[in-house]
């Protein structure tokens, strides 16, 4: 069975901080895809990151960067700087082959404050 | 090019009656997914298709929802005798080949009397 966990519900910064969702994942499958997703008071979920179950190589781009451990089955995620506009609801998903479908987390609400 | 289009994007409808809900993918993707999102929580997957055949439909929470895509294009995700607790927004989604990301739709919000 596939699971994600964000353990942390609700974070609030000021503008300017910078602030990391947490993710841990749970899958039997060796390879897999790790997602995180980004949901605007607006509603629509929008993609922002992949990364596969092969490539711990961390990355940035723009002001997101990711830390993915398969030793701790964690990605977690982090915005630099933070907007106001970063306020949304931050999903982790996880995908496997096995059952080609996405799994998600129940999501962090972060609000950033000017 | 267009996105996921999802019509309608409220429905209101009375407990006992049935409900369509349409999904028009990407077009060009294979791949179609149906999600419902309760308030506060993350999107559950119901059903997916790859192609006119259902993949996997475990989601599905019972009988009374099914989901067809006869042409491989649109999908319509059909709820008959609704409850109270169907209430919530479905999303659909779709995807080209592979583990490429899912193009979620703006969702129809459903909400049953």
């Known amino acids: 069975a596939q699971k994600v966990t964000q353990a942390q519900t609700e974070i609030s910064v000021v503008e300017k901080e910078d602030v990391t969702l947490d993710c841990v994942y749970e899958?039997?499958?060796?390879?897999?895809?790790l997602f995180w997703y980004k949901q605007p008071p607006s509603g629509e979920l929008v993609f922002l990151i992949r990364?596969?179950?092969?490539?711990?190589q961390n990355e940035i781009s723009g002001r997101y960067s990711w830390n993915f451990q398969k030793s701790t089955s964690s990605f977690n995620f982090t915005i630099t700087a933070s907007q106001v506009v970063d306020s949304a609801v931050y999903f982790c998903?996880?995908?496997?082959?096995?059952?080609?479908?996405?799994?998600f987390g129940k999501g962090i609400t972060l609000s950033v404050r000017p | 090019g267009a996105g996921v289009s999802q019509t309608p994007s409220n429905k209101v409808t009375e407990k006992g009656k049935y409900v369509e809900l349409r999904c028009d993918p990407i077009?060009?993707?294979?791949?179609l997914y149906w999600y419902r999102q309760s308030l506060g929580q993350g999107p559950e997957f119901l059903i997916y298709?790859?192609?006119?055949?259902?993949?996997?439909d475990s989601g599905l929470p019972n009988d009374r929802f099914f989901a067809v895509r006869p042409e491989g294009s649109v999908s319509t995700l059909k709820i008959q005798r609704t409850e109270r607790g169907d209430s919530a927004v479905y999303l659909c989604?779709?995807?080209?080949?592979?583990?490429?990301?899912?193009?979620f739709g703006n969702g129809t919000r459903l909400t049953v009397t």
């Open positions: 989604a779709s995807k080209g080949q592979g583990p490429s990301p899912l193009h």
């Open positions: 899958t039997r499958d060796t390879t897999y895809y």
């Open positions: 998903a996880l995908y496997t082959g096995a059952n080609s479908k996405l799994t």
């Open positions: 298709f790859q192609g006119t055949g259902a993949a996997d």
């Open positions: 990364r596969n179950s092969f490539d711990e």
């Open positions: 077009s060009g993707h294979t791949a």
